[in-house]
C-alpha cells in the first residue's frame, strides 16, 4: 500500500502565498505521476497540477501564471507553490500519486488540506 502524507494548508489573505507538501511512502517501486487535485463543497473534484515522470506538468486554466508544481524523486514528493491566492481558491486540496507497487498500479490519495484565502 502507499501513503501520502500532506501539509502545507492554512490561512492567508488574498495576493499571498502557500506552499503544499505531499510525501508518498510504502512499497513503491516507481511513481508514474502525482499532483493535485481540488473539490469545492457540492462541486466535482476537479485537477489542480500534475507532473509525470521526465518533468511535463499541466495546469488547470485558473491556476496557471500563479501556481507552481514541482517533485523531488528522491523523496517521493510533490509540492504545489501556490501565489496570488484568491478567494476562489478556498477549498480542500488533495494530493494523489499514480505508483507502481508489488500488488499492481494505483491511484493512491491524500486525506486532504484545507486551504482559505480572506478577501
Known amino acids: 500500500q502507499v501513503q501520502l502524507v500532506e501539509s502545507g494548508g492554512g490561512l492567508v489573505q488574498a495576493g499571498g502565498s502557500l506552499r503544499l507538501s505531499c510525501a508518498a511512502s510504502g512499497r513503491i517501486s516507481s511513481i508514474n505521476a502525482m499532483g493535485w487535485y481540488r473539490q469545492a463543497p457540492g462541486k466535482q473534484r476537479e485537477l489542480v497540477a500534475s507532473?509525470?515522470?521526465?518533468?511535463?506538468?499541466n495546469y488547470a486554466d485558473s491556476v496557471k501564471g500563479r501556481f507552481t508544481i514541482s517533485r523531488d524523486n528522491a523523496k517521493n514528493t510533490v509540492y504545489l507553490q501556490m501565489n496570488s491566492l484568491k478567494p476562489e481558491d478556498t477549498v480542500v486540496y488533495y494530493c494523489?500519486?499514480?505508483?507502481?507497487?508489488?500488488?499492481?498500479?494505483?491511484?493512491?490519495w491524500g486525506q486532504g488540506t484545507q486551504v482559505t484565502v480572506s478577501s
Open positions: 494523489y500519486c499514480n505508483a507502481n507497487t508489488y500488488y499492481g498500479t494505483g491511484t493512491y
Open positions: 507532473i509525470i515522470n521526465g518533468g511535463s506538468t
